[in-house]
């Protein structure tokens, strides 16, 4: 039992000394080699090559070789979960940790994005084309219409909110009837070329596959995206409490939707509450990684350009950002709606791993999870957020129920009062959460140099 | 700088009214600025100044009345775009973005002109990259003005006071107004301070060619560096003229001190 202990604290410290060397590694920077005369900066090469190396270092791991794997199917299952949770994560992170709007209804996004994705696959694999195309073609109509709308009222002063809301859901709603008709008609055609589930066609295996698994994933999250579009734009409009509830009880809507998803919502494949089985588990580590770290550098990026100094703006004060012409409502939505575009995401990859989606997996209790994680992490910080993630499930999915399982098979559930009092201690020790405001490498905002000036000594 | 009869106004309130349910915190209030104007807003305290900036800058929609902005009627801009056309103000209680550092205070500022998309920050694009290093030069250009640069990484809410008035004011000038609205700036300085402050005060209206208006309870700033002086008791203006006049108007002392001082 002692080994396992340690097995398990060693993977956890390697996991995060992982991590530290991947956001090193993808921040470093090297001086320009003058190579013929002309400067060469290999800084973008070094950091795409570290993030090369650190994908086959994990992907040596979970390959066979001569009978021998470093990780485990258990390990590697852990390793996904940390992936799709740090999306969540993260998303919920710019939500509330920098934009400052305390959401619960991340967990409702990520379902969305699970079960759209989900479908989609489902569907492909099972010789019907219609999830694609509708799904497809519907957020992509809907973009449309959102955009268009947004153009013509963009006119229109001091709109009501609740107006301007009703014209976007209706041109969403035209968009998904269109999006519907177009399924009706284009479907038949490719149908024939994906076979039956015991016998693929040539577009439901190998590449094809990928590609389709690839675009709903993508599709998942920007119809979660578009659904917090339509949500937030009324309830941003509340205080931030206010906003917290009605984000509650939008996951207790998809929850309750999941659950009742072959009676009241036409999808009889997703089975209700018996939970949806026979989804493809399409999910490689490559895919895993490949979407976590574009949304690392996404937001990353995002969040050292103007547009996230603004989001942060409207955290610290929303009467000065207001004042200093910043579209407050606008950036409000703009945070929520790329948040939940990233639960999105996680929830299509987290749907192909598992292979198996049941309603209570969407539950709002364990929707608290990735805001327990973010506390954790420390609000503001996407280092903390990340190490948190990955800390939180080896820690609770992995050390908890290796060591507690060995004493006895009840023992397990004995970690939801272990966490919660690990949780305690560090509010106690570290209310600003494990890392702070520490951010590693390529996450660290570059300071910037003063300029040489002969303001020395001022400030009398 | 005096104004010729043909100039648009820079601001120009006519019957100005806000009510707050029952209670009428400013009453037909009238103002007219001139290009390069430095003008006082003055009055004893919940005279109704700051309600007056609130409305100017779109945070209080008016009861009734109109504000134009070089001609443009503002009464029901939201509050970014009365900014985005050129109204800068600075706060009576700072409101600085505190948990940030000076530097990214003004950049925050430069949002509206920061001028490419959400797409071009998230892909880094050139055009990104390009107007990130022009806001961070402009930024450190207003910082050495403002004799801030040295500071410029410090948290703003670990400056000293009278640095985090600096601040905000540099905050208002990197949004490129062309009419600032200062919310007692002078408050909570000390006399060195507020000399300093006078001049600076001056030294922008010229560098920036700016239109100033400002509330202020130091008699000393107001009456040393207001052109023009509009004072204001009770919603209601009592008193329009030069610091001279109004320095003697009958009305004004008994505003400030009660009746039989």
């Known amino acids: 039992m002692n080994l396992s202990i340690l097995l398990s604290l060693v993977k956890i410290i390697v996991v995060i000394a992982y991590l530290y060397g991947l956001f090193w590694v993808m921040g470093v920077k090297v001086r320009p080699v003058v190579i ?13 090559l570290g993030v090369v190396v650190a994908f086959f270092i994990i992907q040596l791991g979970l390959t066979n070789i001569g009978g021998f794997q470093l ?81 013509f009222t963009s006119n229109l002063r001091r709109m009501p909110v609740l107006s301007s809301f009703t014209l976007y859901l209706l041109g969403s709603l035209i968009a998904a009837f269109i999006a519907i008709q177009l399924g009706k ?16 066609g040539p577009l439901a295996q190998g590449v094809w596959l990928q590609v389709v698994f690839f675009l709903s994933v993508i599709f998942a999250g920007i119809f979660a995206a578009e659904i ?32 009742n998803s072959d009676t009241i919502l036409p999808f009889p494949e997703m089975r209700g509450g018996r939970g949806m089985i026979g989804i493809p588990k399409l999910t490689t580590w490559f895919w895993a990684f490949f979407f976590m770290i574009a949304v690392i550098v996404a937001m990353r990026d995002l969040l050292h350009s103007s547009h996230g100094r603004s ?82 499930i080896f820690f609770l999915e992995g050390m908890l129920r290796e060591v507690l399982g060995k004493i006895s098979p009840e023992a397990p559930s004995w970690r939801y009062v272990l966490y919660p009092l690990t949780l305690l201690l560090l509010m106690l020790i570290r209310p600003q959460g494990l890392l702070g405001n520490t951010e590693w490498g390529f996450l660290k905002l570059p300071t910037v140099p003063f300029k040489n000036t002969a303001d020395e000594g001022e400030n009398a | 700088m005096n104004a010729t009869p043909e100039q648009t106004p820079v601001l120009e309130i006519q019957g100005l009214t806000k009510y707050f349910g029952g209670l009428r915190a400013v009453n037909d209030f009238n103002l007219t600025l001139h290009e390069g104007d430095l003008a006082g807003l003055i009055g004893p305290n919940g005279a109704g100044k700051t309600t007056i900036f609130n409305q100017i800058t779109g945070i209080y929609l008016p009861t009734k009345g109109s504000i134009k902005f070089y001609g443009v009627d503002i009464v029901g801009f939201e509050p970014h775009e009365i900014t985005r056309a050129g109204i800068g103000r600075t706060f ?37 990259q390009k107007r990130e290093k022009e806001i961070i030069e402009n930024a450190q250009e207003l910082l050495d003005i403002m004799k801030l640069s040295r ?36 408050a909570g300085m000390n006399p060195k301070e507020i000399t300093q402050l006078m001049e600076l005060i001056h030294f922008i209206r010229d560098k920036f060619k700016l239109t100033v208006l400002l509330i202020e309870h130091q008699m000393r700033l107001v009456m040393g560096i207001c052109e023009h002086i509009t004072v204001i008791d009770f919603g209601e203006v009592i008193a329009r003229g030069t610091p001279k006049e109004i320095q003697n108007n009958p009305k004004v002392i008994e505003a400030y001190l009660g009746k039989g001082a």
């Open chain 1, 228 to 259: 917090s579009f339509l949500f937030g734009l009324p309830v941003l409009s509340l205080g931030s409490d206010y906003f917290g509830i009605a984000t509650l009880g939008f996951t207790i809507v998809v929850y309750t939707l999941m659950v």
């Open chain 1, 185 to 200: 008609l284009l479907s038949p055609a490719i149908n024939p070329l994906l076979g039956t589930n015991l016998a693929p």
């Open chain 1, 36 to 48: 013929g005369g002309k400067k060469v900066d290999f800084s973008l090469a070094i950091n795409v």
């Open chain 1, 311 to 392: 989001i942060l703006s409207v955290r610290e004060d929303e009467v000065a950002a207001r004042s200093m012409g910043i579209d407050v409502a606008g950036t409000k939505l703009m945070a929520f709606v790329i948040g939940s575009l990233f639960a999105g995401l996680g929830g299509g990859v987290y749907a192909h791993y598992i292979g198996f989606l049941s309603p209570g997996a969407f539950d709002f209790l364990i929707g608290f999870n990735p805001m327990i994680i973010i506390v954790f992490g420390g609000l503001g910080s996407m280092t903390g957020t990340i190490t948190a993630s990955f800390g939180w």
């Open chain 2, 151 to 186: 500071v410029q990484n410090e948290i703003a809410k670990n400056l000293p006071y009278g640095e985090q008035r600096r601040v905000e004011i540099a905050r208002a000038l990197a949004c490129g107004p062309r009419l600032l609205l200062l919310d007692e700036p002078a």
């Open chain 2, 92 to 128: 009576q209680n700072i409101r600085l973005f505190s948990n940030l550092t000076v530097l990214d205070n003004l950049r925050i500022a430069f949002h509206a002109q920061s001028g490419y998309s959400l797409f071009d920050g998230i892909a880094a694009t050139p055009k990104y």
């Open chain 1, 71 to 151: 990780l485990n199917n258990f390990d590697s299952g852990l390793l996904f979960q940390a992936c799709t949770m740090t999306m969540v994560a993260l998303g919920l992170n710019l939500i509330y940790g920098y934009n400052g709007q305390f959401s619960l209804g991340q967990w409702g996004f990520y379902g969305i994005g699970a079960y759209a994705a989900a479908d989609i696959t489902y569907r492909w694999t099972n010789g019907d084309a219609s999830g694609l195309v509708v799904l497809g073609t519907g957020v992509i109509l809907a973009g449309i219409a959102i955009w268009l709308v947004g153009k």
